[in-house]
C-alpha cells in the first residue's frame, strides 16, 4: 500500500528510487543539497519516464501524473512525516552518520529508516540513532527503473517488522528481494561482485586480455548480460571503488583490494558513463 517516502539524495539511485515509488503511488519528498542537484534528478526522472511513454511501456498521461506525485527539497525537515526513508548518498561512513543522526531527531515514530548502501554494514550505520530496530538497508540496482533485485539487509537490530515494512515497500514498487539475513560488508551483490570485478581488472591491468574480450567471456561464457567492466561503467569506478575499500577494510581479505589502474582512473576522472570514459569511451 502506497504511503508516503523521502528520498535523500537525488543522484542516479536516488532519482530512480524517486521514479519507481511515485509511479507505484507513493507521495515523494526528494532531499538533496542544492537545486541544482534537484533539477538533474527531475529532468533524469522526465527523461526515463518520457522514454517509456515513446515505447509504449506507460501511457502518457503517467509521465506527468508520476511526475506530479514528487516534491522536491532542500530541507531536512520536510521529510518527517514519511513513512519510508530511502538514504542513497555517497558510500562515505562519515556523511551517512550524520544523516541518520537528523534523521533520527526529524522523523516521526514507526518510520522505515532505509539506506542505499550497497556494502557498508547496516548496523555501523544505525549506531548513531537512538532507534537501531528501525534501519534497514533497501539496496536498490542501477538503473533502478529497469533493474528487478532489491536486497533487505538486516542490521544487528533490526526488527522483523521493519523489515517486514521494508519488504512491503519494496514489493509493492515492483521489485523482488532477497533477505541479507547478516550485514557483511558488501552484502552478498557486492561481495560476489567487487571479487568478479577485482579479478577483471587485475587481468586488464596485466595486459592477459582486452577489457572487451573480457567482458564476452563472461557474457557468452557464464551468461552475464554485461561484462563486468561494462557494468561498473555504468555504475561508476568511484562507487565501486569506495564499496570494495569498504569490503577490504571490513575484511583484510587482499582479494577485495582495489587494484592499481582502477585506483588511478578514478584520480584521473575516468568514472565510467557518467564522464565519457571509462574501461569504453561513450
Same mark, same amino acid.
Given at each position: 500500500?502506497?504511503?508516503?517516502?523521502?528520498?535523500?539524495?537525488?543522484?542516479? !539511485?536516488? &532519482?530512480?528510487?524517486? =521514479?519507481?515509488?511515485? +509511479?507505484?503511488?507513493?507521495?515523494?519528498? !526528494?532531499? #538533496?543539497?542544492?537545486?541544482?542537484?534537484?533539477?538533474?534528478?527531475?529532468?533524469?526522472?522526465?527523461?526515463?519516464?518520457?522514454?517509456?511513454?515513446?515505447?509504449?511501456?506507460?501511457? *502518457?498521461?503517467?509521465? /506527468?501524473?508520476?511526475?506530479?506525485?514528487?516534491? @522536491?527539497?532542500?530541507?531536512? /525537515?520536510?521529510?518527517?512525516?514519511?513513512?519510508?526513508?530511502?538514504? $542513497?548518498?555517497?558510500?562515505?561512513?562519515?556523511?551517512?552518520?550524520?544523516?541518520?543522526? =537528523?534523521?533520527?531527531?526529524?522523523?516521526?515514530?514507526?518510520?522505515?529508516?532505509?539506506?542505499?548502501?550497497?556494502?557498508? %554494514?547496516?548496523? =555501523?550505520?544505525?549506531?548513531?540513532?537512538?532507534?537501531?530496530?528501525?534501519?534497514?538497508?533497501?539496496?536498490?540496482?542501477? %538503473?533502478?527503473?529497469? !533493474?528487478?533485485?532489491?536486497?533487505?539487509?538486516?542490521?544487528? +537490530?533490526?526488527?522483523?517488522?521493519?523489515?517486514?515494512?521494508?519488504?512491503?515497500?519494496?514489493?509493492?514498487?515492483?521489485?523482488?528481494?532477497?533477505?541479507?539475513?547478516?550485514?557483511?560488508?558488501?552484502?552478498?551483490?557486492?561481495?560476489?561482485?567487487?571479487?568478479?570485478?577485482?579479478? $577483471?581488472?587485475?587481468?586488464?591491468? &596485466?595486459?592477459?586480455?582486452?577489457?572487451?574480450?573480457?567482458? @564476452?567471456?563472461?557474457?557468452?561464457?557464464?551468461?552475464?548480460? !554485461?561484462?563486468?567492466?561494462?557494468?561498473?561503467?555504468?555504475?561508476?569506478?568511484?562507487?565501486?571503488?569506495?564499496?570494495?575499500?569498504?569490503?577490504?577494510?571490513?575484511?583484510? #581479505? *587482499?582479494?577485495?583490494? %582495489? %587494484?592499481?589502474?582502477? =585506483?588511478?582512473?578514478?584520480?584521473?576522472? #575516468?568514472?565510467?558513463?557518467?564522464?565519457?570514459?571509462?574501461?569504453?569511451?561513450?
Amino acid at each position: 500500500m502506497a504511503g508516503r517516502l523521502a528520498v535523500i539524495g537525488s543522484g542516479l !539511485m536516488g &532519482s530512480g528510487i524517486a =521514479q519507481v515509488s511515485a +509511479q507505484a503511488g507513493w507521495q515523494v519528498t !526528494m532531499r #538533496d543539497v542544492n537545486d541544482a542537484s534537484l533539477n538533474r534528478g527531475m529532468a533524469a526522472i522526465e527523461e526515463s519516464l518520457t522514454r517509456f511513454a515513446v515505447k509504449g511501456r506507460i501511457a *502518457e498521461s503517467d509521465v /506527468d501524473a508520476t511526475l506530479s506525485r514528487i516534491t @522536491t527539497t532542500t530541507d531536512l /525537515d520536510a521529510v518527517a512525516e514519511a513513512d519510508v526513508v530511502v538514504e $542513497a548518498i555517497f558510500e562515505k561512513i562519515e556523511a551517512k552518520h550524520d544523516v541518520f543522526k =537528523q534523521l533520527d531527531k526529524i522523523c516521526k515514530a514507526g518510520a522505515v529508516l532505509g539506506t542505499n548502501t550497497s556494502a557498508i %554494514p547496516i548496523t =555501523q550505520i544505525a549506531t548513531v540513532t537512538e532507534r537501531p530496530e528501525s534501519v534497514v538497508g533497501i539496496h536498490f540496482f542501477s %538503473p533502478v527503473p529497469m !533493474m528487478k533485485l532489491v536486497e533487505l539487509v538486516r542490521g544487528y +537490530q533490526t526488527s522483523d517488522e521493519t523489515l517486514a515494512a521494508a519488504r512491503s515497500y519494496a514489493e509493492g514498487v515492483g521489485k523482488t528481494c532477497v533477505e541479507v539475513k547478516r550485514d557483511v560488508a558488501g552484502f552478498v551483490s557486492n561481495r560476489l561482485f567487487s571479487a568478479i570485478l577485482v579479478e $577483471a581488472i587485475k587481468l586488464v591491468e &596485466s595486459g592477459v586480455v582486452s577489457a572487451e574480450d573480457l567482458d @564476452t567471456v563472461m557474457k557468452l561464457g557464464f551468461g552475464h548480460a !554485461m561484462g563486468p567492466l561494462a557494468t561498473v561503467d555504468l555504475t561508476g569506478l568511484d562507487v565501486m571503488l569506495n564499496a570494495a575499500g569498504n569490503i577490504y577494510r571490513d575484511t583484510a #581479505d *587482499e582479494k577485495f583490494f %582495489p %587494484p592499481e589502474l582502477l =585506483q588511478r582512473m578514478v584520480t584521473a576522472g #575516468d568514472l565510467g558513463r557518467k564522464t565519457g570514459k571509462g574501461f569504453y569511451t561513450y
